[in-house]
Structures are given as structure tokens and as C-alpha cells.
């Protein structure tokens, strides 16, 4: 992806202090974990001295007013490059995942982060996550939400750049099918109903 760069927390000081000198207020994080830190649980997306929540505290030390966006996935997490918990037919569990979601989110917001975003598309995440923010005094995180990603081959270079390029199957089973636009908006309104502050339409290519 011509332009862009992975930043180790040093680095990415640097570049978050020339981005505020030039007037951007915000900035989306999104992470490139070592293999050997992936498992099939991604049990590295809710450890607070990992990667992501070590990245927030450091900018919010330097840039306390800058507002920083995380995002809500187990994609970078996992060895198979899913976005949820499997099972040994390769099914994807989507009530295990939204367990280890909402932990992953917790974290984030525990190390201070202003707005998080949930990219997986699982039924459901939006108010879990809501309701364990409520519940443990984040009320004032806000939740951007991915209500309508589409399956598609245009997220190739960006999983390429992640690090998370699927080992088996497509993401069909949870995200939308780009030819039913019926389906994205019923996905948009149970995210404002279940508590999303921010919506997100991922446009794709069949």
C-alpha cells in the first residue's frame, strides 16, 4: 500500500506530534502483531501491556487532547486471520467472539481511548460492548460502529498490511453481501438501537 507505513510507539510519537502541529485532532489505530503472540482465541487483543493499549497510553502522556480511535476486531489477533472465535469445523462462534470483544474494548478504553470502533461485523457486539462500557464507567466512550462492511476483495492490501490474510474460507458468513442493500440497512439500525454513537458504511467490490 504505496504510502503507507507501520510505526513502532517511538515512531508513531513523531508522526502524532506532526499530525497535531498540522491541526488533525484525531487518529485511528490499527495494529500488526508478531505471529507467535496469535492464537486461535486472541487472547493478545485484551492484554493491557499489549501493542494497542501501550500505543494509547503513550499518546495520551504526550497529546492528552488528542482524540485517539481504536479498532474493535480479532482479525489481527487470530492465526486463521478471522474476525471471530472458531470452532473445529472452522465455523465462526459468534457469541464466543462478542465474549472476547467486549474484552478487547474493555482494555482500550482502560488505557484511554476516546472512541472505539468495531470492524467485525458479529450480531450483537455493539451492545455488549455498550453495556460492559456503561457498566464499568466508560459511558463517555464513544462507539463508532462498522454497521455496514461488505465481503469483498477490496480489503486485500489492507489485510496484507495487517498482517492477518485469512488461512481458509472468506468473511461471507458475517460481513454483508454487497448486492443486498436491504440487509446493510437493517444492520444499520440495530447498531443505532443497541447504543452506537458514530455509523460506518464500508462500501465493497463483489
Known sequence: MP???????PSLL????QAWQNGIQA?????????????NLASEAYNPEGL???????IKQHFPRLCVITDVALDPFTKHGHDGIIDEKEIILNDETLEVLVKQALCQAQAGCDVLAPSDMM???????????DANGFSDVLLLAYSAKFASAYYGPFRDALGSTL???NKKTYQLNPTNPMEAEKEIM???????DLLMVKPGLA
Do not use: M, N, W
Not at 513523531?14 to 506530534?17: F, Y
Not at 494497542?52 to 503513550?58: C, E, L, M, Q, T
Open 27 to 39: 487518529i485511528a489505530l490499527f495494529p500488526v502483531i508478531d505471529k507467535h503472540k496469535k492464537d
Open 123 to 133: 450480531d450483537g457486539r455493539i451492545g455488549a460492548i455498550r453495556r460492559a462500557l
Open 14 to 17: 513523531q508522526t502524532v506530534d
Open 190 to 196: 440495530l447498531d443505532q438501537t443497541e447504543g452506537a
Open 167 to 169: 488461512a481458509f474460507g
Open 3 to 9: 504510502g503507507c507505513y507501520r510505526h513502532s510507539i
Open 52 to 58: 494497542i493499549p501501550s500505543a494509547v497510553r503513550a
